[in-house]
């Protein structure tokens, strides 16, 4: 996974807009990844995952995409809201550990009205 | 359903004493359960990993006996900060999981702050 940093990258969109929020992971032998969205003094909240035999899953507004080639993920929301505005993190499991996820650095998400 | 909750929500004490945090599945058997620091503006770092009814796996650099993680029973693990200082003061967040490869659930966090 990413490392962890003293500033986490923000993006700022207009209300309506998609997002998009990237994930850089560097285990190759990460099979499990799930995206995260954690409101200011709450616990982590699952939004989706997807598993490396999978390039592409889609739930309610949000969309996965999984590009082994180059270890990246990426977040897509669709007509985001205000209350879509948190911190996004990605977070990978590697086959082998039973469990254990590594946590990417995060993103905050800032959607204007 | 998979709901986990944290006690307390949040706690302040002073530099030396120790602090119980507890971490609930209230409708899941939880085999593991985890344990994150969290610091401002940072990601999650896993502390440690205990399963039901054995020692904890700590994360390197995380020291066992200042946070020492019981996990009695299977709906209940508790994390002890021993003699806490203010360099210990962070989110602390559990999760917990059923078992094999399926999600974690995460509890709200606790903030701790030491003075």
């Known amino acids: 996974g990413e490392s962890v940093g003293l500033h986490l990258p923000t993006l700022s969109v207009q209300e309506g807009d998609n997002s998009i929020i990237n994930c850089a992971y560097s285990?190759?032998?990460?099979?499990?990844f799930i995206w995260y969205k954690q409101e200011s003094g709450k616990g982590p909240q699952f939004i989706i995952d997807i598993r490396s035999n999978m390039d592409k899953r889609q739930g309610q507004r949000v969309t996965v995409l999984l590009n082994k080639t180059v270890k990246h993920l990426s977040l897509q929301i669709a007509a985001t809201q205000p209350g879509d505005s948190a911190v996004y993190f990605c977070a990978e499991k590697e086959g082998t550990s039973y469990g254990k996820l590594t946590f990417g650095q995060g993103t905050i998400l800032t959607v204007h009205p | 359903g998979a709901v986990v909750s944290q006690h307390p929500s949040w706690v302040i004490c002073k530099s030396g004493t120790s602090v119980k945090i507890e971490c609930r599945s209230l409708?899941?058997?939880?085999?593991?359960m985890f344990w994150y620091r969290q610091f401002p503006k940072q990601s999650l770092m896993l502390m440690a990993t205990s399963n039901e009814g054995s020692k904890a796996t700590y994360e390197q650099g995380v020291e066992k006996d200042k946070f020492l993680i019981n996990h009695a029973s299977l709906t209940l693990s508790t994390l002890t900060v021993t003699s806490a200082h203010p360099e210990d003061s962070s989110f602390y967040i559990c999760?917990?999981?059923?078992?094999?490869?399926?999600?974690?659930?995460f509890g709200p966090g606790t903030r701790l702050t030491v003075l």
């Open positions: 409708d899941f058997q939880a085999t593991t």
């Open positions: 285990n190759s032998a990460s099979d499990y």
């Open positions: 999760s917990a999981s059923p078992g094999g490869y399926n999600e974690q659930f």
